[in-house]
């Protein structure tokens, strides 16, 4: 079986939707390619091929063949984008202005018909061509492969009006032709900006200790393993542990938190992030793509492939568009015999504007999210997120800190609680719960030395078992641990709304121990928004049993379910799916990932540093703050919002436009005017997206 690989290509001169249709096609074509993905905002293609049939050369070629290009090196990005994106908006309104206002002077004044009866058609036909000669290759390379691109009518409405004489109009048409490739190229760079100021944000060069001595290099030099020195004021290089050095640490650039951390010997930093007092030494743990950052680039980058069902509907309403205005066009001259009111209806509506309408919201949305700390994986989950009617949450370090503590250690054999908490933490020493890490907490916190355990097994949803110095130790809930039968004190604890995990040694009752978790204060106000922003329904999910759940349920006012596997969960998602609901799953990223991928849509809470709760989730939180739940449902109503009226302009715009074309109201050359206008509007519609607070 051949052996294949993912390869990423830049490619430039995309500016809509239908160039990404128009790469993906002719990549798609070649032999050995076995899926490919051509990413509009970040510039380039996503393709798995195998190597032994197909290369770069190859790839390169059939890029080129459609009319774009596959760049050596990727052109340098600037920091910023916000005053020059303010300033480009300017002048494209300006100079849009005066040229529109030229046409509609020169149509009204007749100065048009004066300068073909001036100017022999040979002189303005080749006029034309100069001034066209770019957008026309593009069409006839297009039509050699069997394409129609927005620009193939607006080229025969040009060639209709040449045909009656009319050079002036075939003239303006490509002006306007240009000025509309200029309007989608800075359109789609807007949407792109987001992204751009997340790449720019990615440190360059890391200072290592090698040999004895610090020795600057780039960071794709740097090994895991490595000492990396951090010096105040500079960017952290890459994940890792702070092996020596004590610092304030800005993670805006992770978890979208303004407030500064502060971290020391056994912390974990992130790349990207800033120390702003300090220094470190830092112990590489991951770098460049595979950091945390290179993870939330890479999502923002791909966000666009997983497109809604708004977004699909708009690329195959786009595809049967023109061939629908050819109809009309044709409909136009059997009926009125008028070659430039045919010639207007080609070119009014050759507008990318409805392909425009939604991913030019969805990547500003989704760009600009993740400066916040909201990574979303595409806008389907945007999508869905915003008629959501279903919340589940689970409880255990989602709704809760994730930090409990032992409270209580009840001996059921004589042992003493120093003899049960070494067997209970060196049974658990290896497991990621966090009711273990409680358990070790408090084996630490008593300075007990802890035994190498055997034969390590962590079960999911019910404990775990391990052999510890010739026993047999078993740390888990009831399921586990079924000869352990619910004794009063076990009543009384569960009461009190702890969670209890009981120890059996050798298969026989040794011990209960009770833990106690902390409520996340923002909680309840956050589900307090969630119902006013129309979530009909929350509840909550999880392990612990009845008592502890209905403490909990009772203090937030939610419904709940309790002593559930993984298993479980993802039943309940899917019974909640068969009722016609859209449902959203809240957890961790760990033991929820089953559930979260079911979901409509996951949410990840805190996924900072956590690979699993960035694959697992469709959304994820990088930082563990529960008003970004209602906060990301808001976001996700808003864009759709911006979305379906992008969409309505588009329709009743250029429903207007063919109207008057195809009635002869609308001449060729205000008609080549107007097709541009649809793309500005939905800029400066989209650019709300980049400046919601």
Same mark, same amino acid.
């Given at each position: 079986?051949?052996?294949?690989?993912?390869?990423? *290509?830049?490619?430039?001169?995309?500016?809509?939707?239908?160039?990404?249709?128009? /790469?993906?096609?002719?990549?798609?074509?070649?032999?050995?390619?076995?899926?490919?993905?051509?990413?509009?905002?970040?510039?380039?293609? /996503?393709?798995?091929?195998?190597?032994?049939? %197909?290369?770069?050369?190859?790839?390169?070629?059939?890029?080129?063949?459609?009319?774009?290009?596959?760049?050596?090196?990727?052109?340098?990005?600037?920091?910023?984008?916000?005053?020059? &994106?303010?300033?480009?908006?300017?002048?494209?309104?300006?100079?849009?202005?005066?040229?529109? $206002?030229? *046409?509609? #002077?020169?149509?009204?004044?007749?100065?048009?018909?004066?300068?073909?009866?001036?100017?022999?058609?040979?002189?303005?036909?080749?006029?034309?061509?100069?001034?066209?000669?770019?957008?026309?290759?593009?069409?006839?390379?297009?039509?050699?492969?069997?394409?129609?691109?927005?620009?193939?009518?607006?080229?025969?409405?040009?060639?209709? #009006?040449?045909?009656?004489?009319?050079?002036?109009?075939?003239?303006?048409? /490509?002006?306007?032709?240009?000025?509309? !490739?200029? /309007?989608?190229?800075?359109?789609?760079?807007?949407?792109?900006?987001? %992204?751009?100021?997340?790449?720019?944000?990615?440190?360059?060069?890391?200072?290592?200790?090698?040999?004895?001595?610090?020795?600057?290099?780039?960071?794709?030099?740097?090994?895991?393993?490595?000492?990396?020195?951090?010096?105040?004021?500079?960017?952290?290089?890459?994940?890792?542990?702070?092996?020596?050095?004590?610092? +304030?640490?800005?993670?805006?650039?992770? +978890?979208?938190?303004?407030?500064?951390?502060?971290?020391?010997?056994? $912390?974990?930093?992130?790349?990207?992030?800033?120390?702003?007092?300090? $220094?470190?030494?830092?112990?590489?743990?991951?770098?460049?793509? !595979?950091?945390?950052?290179?993870?939330?680039?890479?999502?923002?980058?791909?966000?666009?492939?997983?497109?809604?069902?708004?977004?699909?509907?708009?690329?195959?309403?786009?595809?049967?568009?023109?061939?629908?205005?050819?109809?009309?066009?044709?409909?136009?001259?059997?009926?009125?015999?008028?070659?430039?009111?045919?010639?207007?209806?080609?070119?009014?509506?050759? $507008?990318?504007?409805?392909?425009?309408?939604?991913?030019?919201?969805?990547?500003? &949305?989704?760009?600009?999210?993740?400066?916040?700390?909201?990574?979303?994986?595409?806008?389907?989950?945007?999508?869905?997120?915003?008629?959501?009617?279903?919340?589940?949450?689970?409880?255990?370090?989602?709704?809760?800190?994730?930090?409990?503590?032992? +409270?209580?250690?009840? &001996?059921?054999?004589?042992?003493?609680?120093?003899?049960?908490? %070494?067997?209970?933490?060196?049974?658990?020493?290896?497991?990621?719960?966090?009711?273990?890490?409680?358990?070790?907490?408090?084996?630490?916190?008593?300075?007990?030395?802890?035994?190498?355990?055997?034969?390590?097994?962590?079960?999911?949803?019910?404990?775990?078992?391990?052999?510890?110095?010739?026993?047999?130790?078993?740390?888990?809930?009831?399921?586990?641990?079924?000869?352990?039968? &619910?004794?009063?004190?076990?009543?009384?604890?569960?009461?009190?709304?702890?969670?209890?995990?009981?120890?059996?040694?050798?298969?026989?009752?040794?011990?209960?121990?009770?833990?106690?978790?902390?409520?996340?204060?923002?909680?309840?106000?956050?589900?307090?928004?969630?119902?006013?922003?129309?979530?009909?329904?929350?509840?909550?999910? +999880?392990?612990?049993?009845?008592?502890?759940?209905?403490?909990?349920?009772?203090?937030?006012?939610?419904?709940?379910?309790?002593?559930?596997?993984?298993?479980?969960?993802?039943?309940?998602?899917?019974?909640?799916?068969?009722?016609?609901?859209?449902?959203?799953?809240?957890?961790?990223?760990?033991?929820?990932?089953?559930?979260?991928?079911?979901?409509?849509?996951?949410?990840?809470?805190?996924?900072?540093?956590? !690979?699993?709760?960035?694959?697992?989730?469709?959304?994820?939180?990088?930082?563990?703050?529960?008003?970004?739940?209602?906060?990301?449902?808001?976001?996700?109503?808003?864009?759709?919002?911006?979305?379906?009226?992008?969409?309505?302009?588009?329709?009743?715009?250029?429903?207007?436009?063919?109207?008057?074309?195809?009635?002869?109201?609308?001449?060729?050359?205000?008609?080549?005017?107007?097709?541009?206008?649809?793309?500005?509007?939905?800029?400066?519609?989209?650019?709300?997206?980049?400046?919601?607070?």
């Amino acid at each position: 079986m051949a052996k294949t690989q993912l390869l990423e *290509v830049p490619v430039k001169g995309m500016d809509c939707a239908e160039c990404t249709l128009h /790469v993906q096609q002719a990549i798609a074509r070649l032999p050995g390619v076995e899926s490919v993905n051509v990413l509009l905002a970040a510039e380039k293609a /996503v393709i798995r091929l195998d190597p032994a049939r %197909v290369d770069l050369p190859a790839i390169r070629k059939a890029v080129e063949n459609a009319g774009y290009s596959v760049p050596d090196v990727a052109t340098p990005l600037a920091a910023s984008m916000d005053s020059f &994106s303010r300033r480009m908006t300017v002048l494209l309104a300006v100079v849009f202005g005066i040229v529109l $206002s030229i *046409v509609v #002077a020169g149509e009204w004044l007749g100065l048009f018909d004066r300068l073909n009866e001036l100017i022999p058609l040979p002189v303005g036909i080749a006029i034309v061509i100069a001034g066209g000669f770019p957008v026309f290759r593009n069409v006839a390379r297009a039509a050699l492969r069997r394409q129609i691109t927005a620009h193939t009518l607006m080229t025969v409405g040009a060639i209709a #009006a040449l045909l009656v004489g009319e050079w002036v109009a075939a003239a303006i048409v /490509v002006v306007f032709m240009r000025v509309g !490739d200029y /309007v989608e190229r800075f359109t789609t760079e807007s949407a792109r900006r987001a %992204v751009k100021e997340l790449i720019a944000m990615t440190p360059q060069t890391a200072r290592v200790e090698r040999d004895g001595a610090e020795v600057e290099v780039p960071v794709a030099e740097v090994s895991v393993g490595e000492t990396v020195i951090v010096r105040p004021g500079e960017k952290i290089p890459v994940d890792g542990e702070v092996i020596a050095g004590y610092a +304030t640490i800005d993670q805006a650039a992770i +978890t979208g938190e303004s407030l500064p951390v502060e971290v020391a010997t056994g $912390s974990h930093v992130f790349a990207a992030t800033i120390a702003r007092l300090g $220094s470190l030494r830092v112990k590489t743990l991951r770098v460049g793509a !595979d950091t945390t950052f290179g993870c939330v680039i890479k999502m923002v980058e791909e966000a666009e492939a997983h497109r809604g069902d708004v977004q699909r509907l708009a690329d195959r309403f786009s595809a049967y568009y023109l061939p629908i205005v050819a109809g009309i066009a044709v409909f136009t001259f059997l009926i009125s015999g008028n070659a430039l009111a045919t010639a207007a209806v080609l070119v009014v509506a050759c $507008s990318c504007s409805f392909a425009l309408a939604t991913p030019v919201a969805m990547l500003a &949305s989704i760009g600009a999210s993740a400066k916040r700390g909201l990574l979303i994986k595409g806008g389907k989950y945007l999508e869905a997120l915003a008629r959501a009617d279903v919340v589940l949450v689970d409880k255990t370090g989602t709704l809760t800190l994730g930090q409990p503590q032992i +409270t209580d250690v009840v &001996s059921l054999d004589g042992m003493t609680s120093s003899e049960i908490l %070494v067997l209970a933490a060196s049974a658990e020493r290896y497991s990621e719960h966090p009711l273990a890490e409680a358990v070790r907490a408090m084996a630490r916190a008593q300075n007990l030395a802890l035994l190498e355990p055997e034969h390590f097994e962590a079960v999911p949803g019910m404990g775990v078992q391990a052999r510890v110095n010739g026993h047999l130790v078993t740390v888990g809930n009831r399921r586990l641990t079924p000869t352990i039968e &619910s004794l009063p004190i076990a009543q009384q604890l569960e009461a009190e709304g702890k969670t209890l995990l009981f120890v059996a040694l050798d298969e026989k009752p040794a011990a209960i121990l009770a833990a106690a978790d902390t409520l996340r204060p923002e909680a309840p106000a956050a589900l307090a928004r969630l119902r006013a922003l129309g979530v009909k329904h929350v509840e909550l999910l +999880t392990g612990d049993n009845e008592r502890t759940a209905a403490a909990l349920a009772e203090k937030l006012g939610v419904q709940y379910r309790a002593n559930l596997l993984p298993e479980h969960k993802i039943e309940i998602v899917k019974d909640y799916q068969a009722k016609g609901h859209t449902v959203v799953m809240i957890g961790d990223g760990v033991n929820d990932a089953p559930a979260l991928a079911q979901a409509n849509v996951g949410v990840a809470m805190g996924a900072a540093g956590a !690979d699993i709760a960035i694959e697992a989730a469709h959304i994820a939180l990088m930082r563990e703050d529960w008003t970004l739940i209602p906060e990301v449902l808001r976001i996700a109503r808003h864009t759709m919002g911006v979305v379906k009226m992008n969409i309505a302009f588009t329709a009743v715009y250029n429903l207007v436009g063919l109207t008057l074309a195809a009635t002869g109201i609308l001449p060729p050359t205000l008609a080549a005017a107007a097709q541009s206008l649809p793309d500005l509007g939905i800029l400066a519609n989209s650019a709300r997206l980049l400046r919601q607070k």
